[in-house]
């Protein structure tokens, strides 16, 4: 593991909000609507597309799945466009199944807490393809300003 400065970047996607059951029900049909989308992105930087954690409130988490964008950018209907700042973050590169990356982010956090890292809510997971022949992902997790 690693502490990285990752650039600013414009991300356009599809935004989600919900309780952790909720997610885990309804992101497979939002991953599913946006790959079905995603040729509607024009000035695509990339066809891999990633997952951002944007923030937890209370029980509610908000997701992004998106993919990297030039600044200027049109966005399609029923999508959003957001620009992630520049920061450090914690990275790893996760080697493996997508249903381990869970366990990898724990282990992350362990790392920070070990480390004395002020980790945030903040995760950004890239790597996913249209095909879903991945076999890694590039996690981060952002650290605190101090």
């Avoid at 991300?11 to 989600?16: A, H, K, S």
């Avoid at 996760?94 to 249903?99: I, P, Q």
Wanted: aromatic fraction near 6%.
């Amino acid at each position: 593991m690693n502490i990285v400065v990752k650039d600013e970047m414009s991300v356009i996607g599809i935004t989600i909000t919900r309780d952790w059951q909720g997610l885990i029900r309804d992101m497979p049909v939002k991953w599913e609507e946006f790959k079905n989308r995603l040729v509607k992105i024009k000035q695509r930087k990339t066809d891999i597309m990633m997952d951002i954690s944007l923030e937890k409130h209370e029980s509610n988490y908000t997701q992004c799945i998106c993919v990297e964008v030039e600044q200027d950018a049109e966005v399609p209907e029923g999508m959003e466009k957001l620009v992630i700042p520049s920061a450090s973050y914690l990275h790893h590169k996760h080697e493996g199944s997508l249903v381990s990356i869970a366990q990898t982010f724990g282990e992350m956090y362990q790392y920070g807490k070990k480390h004395e890292l002020a980790l945030e809510d903040v995760k950004i997971d890239i790597g996913y393809t249209i095909q879903g022949t991945e076999t890694s992902h590039d996690l981060y997790i952002k650290i605190k300003e101090q």
